[in-house]
Each structure stands twice: as C-alpha cells, then as structure tokens.
C-alpha cells in the first residue's frame, strides 16, 4: 500500500458504493435507468458520487451564477442545480436534442427546470451571445474533450475572482499519457498547462475518471 493513496480492492468498491448510494441524489435511479437505455452512450454520465461532490462544491463555495458545457442526460445539472441559493441559476450548453430532452423531463420531475437555462448550440457560440456582464462562480466542463482547453479561455473573462472550473475526464480512463489517444494528449496538455498557469491554482483529483479543480486567482 503506498502512503500517497489506497489501492482499491472490491471489497473497499462496495464500500464506497454503499456509501456514494447513501449521497445519491433521489433522482439518481431514475435518470440512470434512462441514460442506460441509450447504450454505450451511457457511459458518458457523472457516477453518483460526483453528482454528489458537484454539489458539495456549489454548496461550499456558495457559488449563484453555475455553467455547465455538456449536459447529456441531466443528472450533474440537476446535482448542480439542487445546490444553488434561492435566486441562484444554472445555464447548460449541449448540442444534442435526443439527450437534453431526457434531461429536461428529470429537471422537470424534480423541480428545478425555474432555476436552469439550457442552450442547444455549440458552446462557444452560446458563450459569444450570454449577456457580456454575466459572471459566473463556477464552471463545470465535461464535453468534448479537444474543446476544454478552448472553453477555459473562453469562459477564463467571464470567471468572478476565486471563481472555481472543475473539468471531468482528466485521468481519460487511465490512458492521459497514451500519446496514440487524441483525447488524452489534449488533456495531458491541458493539465500540464493548468498545473503552471499563474492565473489559476489547480489539483488534480483521482475521483472517478479524474477531475481538475482550478480556482480563479
């Protein structure tokens, strides 16, 4: 066992199933069960836990004005819309009709469709056309992978100070230092570029598939 982590065995990954099933959003079955239904897509859905952490973070950093690049099913919008203050809003960004509309049947069902704003476009033209005085608190960016590095510059203006990203997939499933995988080689990049961006204090998580947080100095 090194003294930087703990291995995972499985009975430790039924522990934390049991214990992320206990944090789960009560929307989680459901959402589940109809993002499952899309097949291999599936597996582009945030597990429970981090649903359950987005939520901790909005929670934490009382964060109001939320954006969201990549919706698919819904269920991290509503984790992060559930968390936001009376008045606070959530604006979505995704591309996909079939997905969002899964997502705003759940949002809906759970009442918070008032407090979310969904945009289908891709997102840098939706960020070109929000309200140039619009700042947010927090950004959470789980789209196209190649995008990210795009998106950080693009939203890095409108971030209010202290302001925190958190960006999904950063581990890319294991592979980020495969240098045959697009994907991974645009993040390797970004990582190493957020790790020494003086505008930015970042860590990189080894939370499911890995997770940037990189708060605005």
């Known amino acids: 066992m090194s003294v930087s982590h703990v291995s995972l065995n499985d009975s430790l990954e039924a522990y934390l ?19 499952v239904a899309l097949g291999d897509r599936s597996g582009m ?8 952490l987005l939520s901790l973070l909005v929670g934490i950093t009382g964060a109001r004005n939320v954006i969201e690049i990549g ?5 991290s919008a509503l984790c992060l819309a559930r968390a936001l203050p009376p008045g606070g809003h959530l604006w979505c960004c995704d591309v996909s009709e079939e997905w969002t509309a899964i997502a705003r049947r759940h949002w809906q069902r759970n009442g918070v469709a008032d ?12 960020l070109a056309k929000l309200d ?6 927090l950004a959470f960016i789980d789209a196209d992978k190649a995008g990210y590095d795009a998106y950080f510059e693009l939203l890095l203006p409108r971030m209010r100070p202290s302001a925190l990203f ?3 997939n950063m581990l890319q499933d294991g592979r980020i230092e495969d240098a045959s995988n697009e994907n991974a080689v645009a993040l390797d990049r970004l990582n190493r570029k957020l790790a020494a961006d003086p ?5 990189l998580l080894p939370v499911a598939d890995g997770l940037m947080l990189a708060r605005v100095r």
Do not use: C, K, N
């Not at 199933?17 to 993002?35: G, L, Q, V």
């Not at 859905?45 to 359950?52: A, D, R």
């Open 17 to 35: 199933a049991r214990m992320h099933s206990h944090a789960a959003d009560p929307a989680w079955p459901a959402i589940r069960a109809d993002t």
């Open 45 to 52: 859905q945030i597990g429970p836990e981090q649903g359950t």
């Open 71 to 75: 919706t698919f099913t819904g269920y």
């Open 115 to 126: 407090r979310i704003t969904l945009h289908l476009a891709p997102a840098a033209e939706t």
């Open 132 to 137: 140039p005085t619009l700042r947010f608190d």
């Open 166 to 168: 958190i960006f999904d």
């Open 199 to 203: 505008r930015v204090e970042s860590v």
